[in-house]
């Protein structure tokens, strides 16, 4: 069966500093990756999503980048915190069938920038 | 863009109650999913329906898209305190290769027992 694992659960970081934030999937190959945040007050926003190595796409415009180094590994990275990058990470997974694709989540990161 | 409007933003209801929960779309919805989520966790997935009138049960909740494919009804029956969390509704975007989810600001369910 297929799993979804992110690290760390929880981080407390200064504004300017980096950020790095993995996600990992077992289980299954090629699967679609994506990067959400989600704020209070303003639900869940898709940041980034891969279909493959190296192929990023970007969302919405901000100071976050994503990357993936391989099939199973997407890692969201920022070189300078901000206030506003608070908020719960999700990462997720999915793969197209003919039915569609189902996405299916981490636990989640909760960030928080002081 | 799509949005995804939910209601109620909050329900909170005795164990054993009956309860829906909506989820209205600006535009028709080829693919819409609810998902559950505890506090500090990830979504769990629930169901996803496709076509119009589909209706998709699972244990004590069932989920039905209307004939036109802009509203979705997420219903549980007889609720229980393993029930409460945020009810999140989610639709595909038009187009083939569409990967964007867009997501309803959820509804947070309380079950009192």
């Known amino acids: 069966s297929q799993t979804i694992h992110q690290w760390p659960a929880t981080l407390v970081q200064p504004v300017g500093s980096p950020l790095s934030l993995e996600c990992t999937v077992e289980g299954t190959s090629n699967p679609n990756l994506y990067w959400y945040r989600q704020a209070a007050g303003r639900g869940l926003q898709l940041l980034f999503y891969?279909?493959?190595?190296?192929?990023i796409s970007s969302e919405v415009p901000q100071n976050l980048s994503a990357s993936r180094p391989q099939d199973r590994q997407f890692i969201l990275s920022s070189k300078k915190l901000l206030l506003s990058d608070s908020g719960f990470y999700l990462c997720?997974?999915?793969?197209?069938?003919?039915?569609?694709?189902?996405?299916?989540f981490g636990p989640g990161t909760r960030l928080l920038v002081l | 863009s799509q949005e995804l409007e939910q209601s109620p933003q909050s329900l909170i209801v005795q164990e054993g109650k009956n309860l829906t929960i909506n989820c209205t779309s600006s535009k028709t919805l080829y693919g819409l999913y609810w998902y559950k989520q505890k506090y500090g966790e990830g979504l769990i997935f629930l169901m996803m329906?496709?076509?119009?009138?589909e209706e998709k049960s699972h244990e004590k909740i069932t989920a039905k898209l209307d004939e036109k494919k802009q509203q979705s009804s997420l219903h549980i029956t007889a609720s229980q305190p393993s029930h409460a969390g945020i009810y999140l509704c989610g639709a595909v975007g038009s187009g083939a290769g569409s990967y964007q989810l867009t997501f309803g600001k959820g509804t947070k369910l309380s079950v009192i027992p």
């Open positions: 997720a997974w999915g793969r197209d069938s003919t039915s569609g694709e189902t996405q299916y």
């Open positions: 329906l496709q076509k119009g009138g």
């Open positions: 891969s279909v493959g190595i190296g192929q």
